[in-house]
């Protein structure tokens, strides 16, 4: 029993409660158990918790001396002796204090035991830990001095990869270098070689040079001569039209006693400008065609023109003195019939009305274009070509520096034009100004760089040139697909035109040259001419492949041009400006004119008519009136006609757009305002 008790005892102190733990280093634990054995250790009294004898003796024992130290206290002075009892229980008290004792001192030994082991373990762990962490951080440092070496390699190799890489690019440049200089080098002994080819020529190669220029100089000259011939051969085809519309004129009239006396006197006179006009021609074929000889045929087609003029109105009185002679006869006869009586017999006849016709343009109308027209067209076209061959040395130019500016002056014309919009007079009056500046010479910036047309032998001419063209071009590229737009190209026109007068015959010849029905000129078809390069002066566009664009995409490339031509017409110069319009309503009266002067085409005719009236229709008939409307009357009722006799297969498009605007206009007596004219104030906006 007192051996359970101890063992149970020694089980509740610290020394009794340790476990083993065989898993404390595979869950890291060693932290913990160092700070367990390191700290010092806390004994509790451990006797208290020991006892060796019953409670009931313990009772006992603890009431007997109770009772003795009550018995010493009440006899002092009394000596008493010790009864067998008492001197039992003080024996037992001493046994019970030595058992304590005993075993205070064999727990105090065990726990020094078993404090000396855990201390020794504990040693001997910490030896093996810090053997552990040497191992590990000498492994650490193997591994780290490891990479070092790897990344010292690595860099090693890199140097090595860039100091090949530069030696590969030093070498490269070497052989650049190298190269260069023997470049050099062989270009330097090339013109070395030409300078003593060109110390060395003979007076004979000289020669060769002289006779290839002259040579040059002849072609020129033939070349030029050539187009004078054709001009001159078109004129002269022109006059024999003429001729042979006089002679059917005259061979056609049904009353020929009453032909004017100097019918005969016009033939003559026809006849010797016919003469006059094959002597030229056999001149130009012999010596060659110059411009006084041109000159001469168009002065012979101006007069045959006049005579047949002259021969269509004599025609005209003769038929209307006929007519006046038969009613002059047949009043007559009227009164002669009243003045005798009526036979008995016979009843009077009822009199049947001859039907009248209604009114239509007399005389032949010409094929291609009118004397008047034709002129413009040949003036129009030398000024182009005359201001095509004052800049010519710069666009044939192969300087580096020329074409550079030449560029920079392409650049300066087209980017103010590429800008323009309607949307506020100032924003059109800057582009405006850029260009006005360019024209005249000053200096303007391109792309963050100063030049001028000025400084270039025909730079300012070639910017006028470049501009018209440009301008003449939003026709097509613009104004076909958005008609409003034409307004605001041609409030620039006009005002560019005002400022350089001799920009108009420029901006004539371009719409002349892509659109020829505003001349209006229906160009003939020549001889040696193929269909391609026919209809290309017709103002057809071909593909690479030589393929012809379509029909409908031709008329309505025209009709972009045609309304940009019309709106230059009736736009006003910008307000302040001391110049006269240049190009005014009375050329859309005598451009109207013209078209009603030649023979339609098949659809051509009625587009352009169409498109040029919707524009300037309602200007021309605020300026003339009551005269526009017996032009649209004319038009109308004797010209129009015309145009659906020579309606090509499906042409019915234009024809039918041209006929109902006439319609309306003529049942309104009003034509309507084009959409998109520029206000009044626009240039203040």
């Not at 070395?192 to 004979?204: G, I």
């Not at 034509?671 to 206000?679: D, E, Q, S």
Request: one cysteine or more; proline letters at 4%; glycine letters at 4%.
């Amino acid at each position: 029993m007192e051996l359970s008790s101890i063992l149970s005892s020694l089980k509740k102190t610290r020394l009794g409660n340790v476990k083993h733990d065989p898993y404390w280093l595979q869950e890291n634990r060693l932290p913990e158990i160092i700070e367990a054995c390191t700290s010092p250790p806390t004994l509790k009294n451990v006797t208290a918790d020991f006892n060796l004898f019953k409670k009931s003796e313990c009772i006992k024992i603890e009431e007997n001396l109770n009772q003795n130290n009550s018995t010493v206290d009440d006899e002092k002075n009394e000596v008493c002796p010790i009864s067998v009892q008492s001197a039992d229980t003080v024996e037992s008290i001493e046994f019970t204090h030595q058992a304590e004792d005993h075993v205070q001192l064999s727990l105090k030994r065990c726990e020094d035991e078993w404090q000396q082991k855990a201390e020794e373990n504990v040693k001997k762990r910490r030896e093996s830990q810090e053997k552990y962490s040497n191992h590990l951080w000498e492994q650490s440092l193997e591994q780290v001095a490891v990479l070092e070496q790897k990344q010292k390699i690595k860099t090693t190799q890199l140097m090595e990869r860039v100091k090949k890489i530069e030696e590969q690019s030093d070498e490269t440049i070497r052989k650049r270098l190298l190269n260069q200089r023997e470049s050099h080098r062989m270009n330097i002994k090339r013109l070395d070689a030409k300078l003593k080819e060109v110390e060395l020529m003979t007076e004979a190669e000289a020669a060769e040079r002289r006779r290839v220029e002259v040579e040059a100089e002849r072609q020129a000259r033939a070349a030029e001569a050539k187009r004078h011939l054709e001009s001159m051969t078109l004129v002269h085809k022109q006059i024999k039209e003429c001729l042979s519309a006089l002679t059917k004129l005259i061979a056609g009239c049904k009353h020929k006693e009453l032909l004017r006396k100097d019918v005969k006197e016009i033939i003559e006179y026809a006849t010797k400008l016919r003469d006059g006009a094959d002597s030229l021609m056999t001149k130009g074929r012999a010596s060659g065609a110059t411009r006084e000889l041109v000159d001469g045929m168009i002065n012979i087609i101006g007069e045959v023109k006049k005579c047949l003029e002259n021969a269509s109105q004599a025609t005209a009185e003769a038929e209307k003195l006929s007519k006046e002679i038969a009613a002059k006869k047949k009043e007559e006869e009227e009164e002669a019939a009243k003045a005798a009586p009526p036979p008995a017999t016979t009843p009077t006849a009822t009199a049947v009305p001859t039907n009248v016709s209604p009114p239509q343009i007399t005389g032949i109308l010409n094929a291609y274009a009118t004397d008047e027209s034709n002129k413009r067209y040949i003036e129009v076209m030398n000024k182009l070509n005359e201001a095509t061959n004052s800049f010519k040395e710069l666009t044939d130019s192969k300087d580096p520096r020329i074409k550079k500016e030449r560029f920079g002056l392409q650049k300066a014309v087209n980017t103010p034009v590429n800008a323009v919009s309607d949307k506020s007079g100032s924003h059109l009056k800057d582009k405006l100004n850029k260009l006005v500046r360019l024209l005249s010479g000053q200096s303007v910036e391109v792309s963050n760089q100063r030049m001028s047309a000025g400084s270039l032998p025909g730079g300012v001419m070639f910017c006028k040139d470049l501009l018209a063209k440009k301008l003449v071009k939003q026709g097509d590229e613009q104004v076909s697909s958005q008609h409003e737009s034409a307004f605001v190209y041609a409030a620039l026109t006009v005002a560019i035109m005002c400022e350089f007068p001799d920009m108009r015959p420029l901006v004539l010849a371009h719409f002349y040259k892509n659109c020829p029905y505003l001349v209006p000129y229906y160009i003939p078809k020549q001889e040696s001419q193929t269909s391609e390069e026919y209809f290309k002066t017709l103002g057809y566009q071909y593909d690479s492949d030589g393929t012809a664009e379509k029909q409908d995409k031709f008329l309505r490339r025209m009709s972009g041009y045609t309304r940009l031509f019309a709106s230059i017409i009736i736009t006003q110069p910008v307000q302040g400006s001391q110049h006269p319009h240049p190009f005014g309503v009375e050329e859309g009266w005598k451009f109207v004119a013209s078209m009603l002067a030649l023979e339609p085409q098949p659809d051509i005719t009625a587009t352009v008519l169409f498109d040029f009236l919707q524009v300037a229709g309602s200007t021309m008939l605020q300026t003339y009136g009551k005269q526009f409307l017996k032009l649209l009357h004319v038009l109308y009722k004797d010209f129009f006609p015309r145009i659906e006799s020579v309606k090509g297969q499906g042409g019915g498009g234009p024809v039918m757009r041209l006929k109902n605007f006439l319609e309306e206009s003529l049942k309104r007596n009003s034509i309507p305002a084009a959409k998109g004219m520029l206000p009044a104030h626009f240039w203040r906006t």
